[in-house]
């Protein structure tokens, strides 16, 4: 999966990021906007799915050993069957060795939250100046 969101980004960033590049440079009428809110979405998607691959990854192959090796602490399997902090958790992202140590950083979830919603409004906000576009009968990208 870490494959996908990584393809993902590879192919999302640069793309987005010349969208970005060639509707700002564009003059500033609003119906020339939608190709940099198309640039931005594809960005803020990118960036959603990198902060979320990273936190599904965060406690490694073998937590066990990732709880205590690296976090020099004791592993509860029966305190994660009973809380579902086990990493089986795609949204919000969990996953712990017990009730007071947690592998995924706090910054993980709240981030993914507001990304997502950068996604969706760019998306929203770029169908709407490309209907207000067509309903009037204006030119969306000149060269």
């Not at 795609?90 to 140590?101: D, G, I, S």
């Not at 507001?114 to 009037?136: D, E, K, Q, Y």
């Amino acid at each position: 999966m870490f494959n996908l969101v990584f393809a993902g980004m590879v192919l999302a960033i640069p793309a987005g990021l010349l969208m970005l590049r060639r509707g700002v440079k564009q003059p500033s009428p609003r119906h020339k906007q939608p190709v940099a809110l198309l640039g931005a979405a594809l960005i803020a998607g990118s960036l959603t799915a990198m902060v979320w691959g990273f936190g599904l990854i965060s406690g490694g192959l073998d937590i066990r050993e990732t709880c205590e090796l690296a976090h020099h602490t004791t592993y509860d399997q029966a305190w994660r069957d009973r809380t579902g902090a086990d990493g089986t958790s795609y949204f919000p992202v969990a996953n712990a060795c017990n009730e007071h140590v947690s592998l995924v950083p706090a910054w993980v979830n709240p981030t993914i939250v507001v990304l997502a919603v950068v996604t969706v409004s760019a998306l929203a906000l770029a169908l709407f100046r490309i209907a207000c576009a067509i309903r009037h009968g204006k030119e969306l990208v000149s060269s």
